[in-house]
């Protein structure tokens, strides 16, 4: 079952469709989360070679694709879709790893050529070639020059499935033998993470027998609208007394800004410095700050600081200062039942006004490792999750210090090396790669 072949690395804290939603009044809506994307992992400048030795172009090297437009109307036209590649392991009839950042400007994820990343992993092993491929409407690779309404016709997932398809068909790469590699003589393997990881899974679904493996990392299957469950895998996993404290604020919040007296509500505001704030709603919210700096008010921050964490990340990480603050009081930590609402009250508010004003991935309940589904891990299918954040086993370093992240990957390689035995070259065997 090669056709059908692929595998969903799901992680502890994965990605999903998020709203970016107005109010009718025209402000943000409060429930749009922060946004998930795939690591940046940018190559450094090194010389590359082949395994020939003979020097290859920069990874840095930007190469372009005449896309369609529309697929189900090729007469539209093409745009130029922008890629990267390279051939470091590559031996004639080697398989062609092809992965997208998604919905990212694709420019700096060159490290997703290279065995930094799961992808360059796959090429290593089986003697392959990598390519980075822009998503279309991101970075440069737009096929109007605006964003109407007429244009954003053509960004649907369909599309975007069907960009991957044609790619793989038509592409002449710029390495030797690289006109001779289409989907239909040779085996490919799609790569993603997050969104892409989500379109890796559909695409294997939409175009059965087409690529002949998928890794999906954190693949956010599921269009969830109203994600408060975003919340979930961060209040099981944070440090217990630091759950319960925070539980016992947000009720406490809750309720006043639901039906407290006009003091009540103004004692909680002034102990976060809201004083100016009209709507009590905006103080939940929580948008990058990047983004939205006017909406820097919000306290989900403080828990959106999760998503930033990686499994290398140390107790200096933003998210434990915040616990910290909390739990640590006159340099004693709370039990496991906090300190209860009087303390964490007053230290978040502090912690909010004086030190945070800021700066595992909790899109899990958008995939496949969702709370409460059963979805069986199978030969063809596996399903691997280890104790990572968001798209954590893309990223080799993270299999070097987290031994669970490890494990996904190589079961991950496994399986992509069982799906294409005696398809690719192995070292020994087979005609060599060289120079035509
Ligand atoms: C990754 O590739 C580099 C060359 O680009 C090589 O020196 C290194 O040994 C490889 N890492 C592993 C773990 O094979
Ligand atoms: C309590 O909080 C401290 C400080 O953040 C943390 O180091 C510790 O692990 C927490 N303990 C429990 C049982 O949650």
């Given at each position: 079952?090669?056709?059908?072949?692929?595998?969903?690395?799901?992680?502890?804290?994965?990605?999903?469709?998020?709203?970016?939603?107005?109010?009718?009044?025209g402000r943000p809506h409060a429930n749009t989360l922060p946004f998930p994307k795939v690591?940046?992992?940018?190559?450094?400048?090194?010389?590359?070679?082949?395994?020939?030795?003979?020097?290859?172009?920069?990874?840095?090297?930007?190469?372009?694709?005449?896309?369609?437009?529309?697929?189900?109307?090729?007469?539209?036209?093409?745009?130029?879709?922008?890629?990267?590649?390279?051939?470091?392991?590559?031996?004639?009839?080697?398989?062609?790893?092809?992965?997208?950042?998604?919905?990212?400007?694709?420019?700096?994820?060159?490290?997703?050529?290279?065995?930094?990343?799961?992808?360059?992993?796959?090429?290593?092993?089986?003697?392959?070639?990598?390519?980075?491929?822009?998503?279309?409407?991101?970075?440069?690779?737009?096929?109007?020059?605006?964003?109407?309404?007429?244009?954003?016709?053509?960004?649907?997932?369909?599309?975007?499935?069907?960009?991957?398809?044609?790619?793989?068909?038509?592409?002449?790469?710029?390495?030797?033998?690289?006109?001779?590699?289409?989907?239909?003589?040779?085996?490919?393997?799609?790569?993603?993470?997050?969104?892409?990881?989500?379109?890796?899974?559909?695409?294997?679904?939409?175009?059965?027998?087409?690529?002949?493996?998928?890794?999906?990392?954190?693949?956010?299957?599921?269009?969830?609208?109203?994600?408060?469950?975003?919340?979930?895998?961060?209040?099981?996993?944070?440090?217990?007394?630091?759950?319960?404290?925070?539980?016992?604020?947000?009720?406490?919040?809750?309720?006043?800004?639901?039906?407290?007296?006009?003091?009540?509500?103004?004692?909680?505001?002034?102990?976060?410095?809201?004083?100016?704030?009209?709507?009590?709603?905006?103080?939940?919210?929580?948008?990058?700050?990047?983004?939205?700096?006017?909406?820097?008010?919000?306290?989900?921050?403080?828990?959106?600081?999760?998503?930033?964490?990686?499994?290398?990340?140390?107790?200096?990480?933003?998210?434990?200062?915040?616990?910290?603050?909390?739990?640590?009081?006159?340099?004693?930590?709370?039990?496991?039942?906090?300190?209860?609402?009087?303390?964490?009250?007053?230290?978040?508010?502090?912690?909010?006004?004086?030190?945070?004003?800021?700066?595992?991935?909790?899109?899990?309940?958008?995939?496949?490792?969702?709370?409460?589904?059963?979805?069986?891990?199978?030969?063809?299918?596996?399903?691997?999750?280890?104790?990572?954040?968001?798209?954590?086993?893309?990223?080799?370093?993270?299999?070097?210090?987290?031994?669970?992240?490890?494990?996904?990957?190589?079961?991950?390689?496994?399986?992509?090396?069982?799906?294409?035995?005696?398809?690719?070259?192995?070292?020994?065997?087979?005609?060599?790669?060289?120079?035509?």
């Open positions: 079952m090669w056709s059908s072949a692929w595998t969903i690395a799901s992680f502890i804290l994965p990605f999903v469709t998020h709203t970016r939603a107005r109010l009718p009044d690591p940046v992992v940018t190559a450094d400048d090194l010389r590359v070679t082949d395994i020939t030795g003979a020097t290859l172009p920069p990874l840095s090297t930007i190469y372009t694709f005449d896309q369609l437009i529309d697929h189900t109307n090729p007469s539209l036209g093409t745009f130029q879709q922008r890629y990267w590649t390279t051939w470091e392991w590559y031996e004639t009839g080697g398989p062609i790893i092809l992965f997208t950042p998604g919905e990212e400007n694709a420019e700096p994820y060159t490290g997703y050529l290279t065995n930094e990343t799961i992808n360059g992993q796959i090429a290593q092993q089986e003697h392959g070639a990598t390519i980075v491929l822009e998503h279309r409407y991101y970075g440069l690779s737009n096929p109007f020059s605006d964003l109407s309404v007429q244009s954003l016709k053509y960004h649907t997932i369909q599309q975007a499935i069907d960009d991957l398809e044609y790619f793989a068909t038509n592409v002449q790469l710029p390495m030797p033998g690289g006109n001779d590699v289409s989907i239909t003589t040779t085996p490919w393997v799609l790569v993603g993470g997050s969104y892409s990881g989500a379109l890796t899974g559909w695409t294997m679904v939409n175009k059965p027998g087409l690529f002949r493996a998928g890794y999906a990392s954190s693949a956010v299957v599921e269009a969830i609208v109203d994600y408060w469950a975003y919340f979930e895998p961060i209040r099981q996993f944070m440090p217990a007394n630091c759950s319960a404290d925070v539980e016992a604020v947000i009720a406490h919040i809750d309720s006043v800004f639901t039906s407290g007296s006009t003091s009540e509500i103004n004692h909680i505001k002034a102990l976060f410095g809201w004083q100016d704030l009209t709507h009590l709603d905006d103080a939940a919210g929580s948008f990058p700050a990047s983004e939205f700096s006017l909406l820097r008010n919000q306290v989900r921050y403080n828990l959106a600081d999760w998503q930033s964490l990686d499994v290398g990340t140390g107790p200096g990480g933003q998210f434990f200062k915040f616990c910290d603050a909390l739990e640590v009081k006159n340099g004693v930590s709370a039990p496991a039942s906090g300190w209860g609402l009087d303390h964490a009250l007053q230290a978040w508010g502090s912690y909010w006004t004086t030190t945070y004003y800021p700066q595992s991935d909790p899109w899990r309940e958008a995939t496949v490792s969702a709370d409460g589904q059963d979805i069986q891990s199978t030969p063809q299918q596996p399903i691997a999750v280890g104790d990572g954040f968001h798209c954590s086993d893309l990223l080799t370093f993270n299999g070097v210090v987290d031994s669970t992240v490890l494990a996904v990957q190589t079961q991950g390689l496994a399986s992509i090396k069982g799906w294409l035995e005696g398809i690719v070259p192995s070292k020994r065997a087979s005609v060599r790669f060289g120079r035509r």
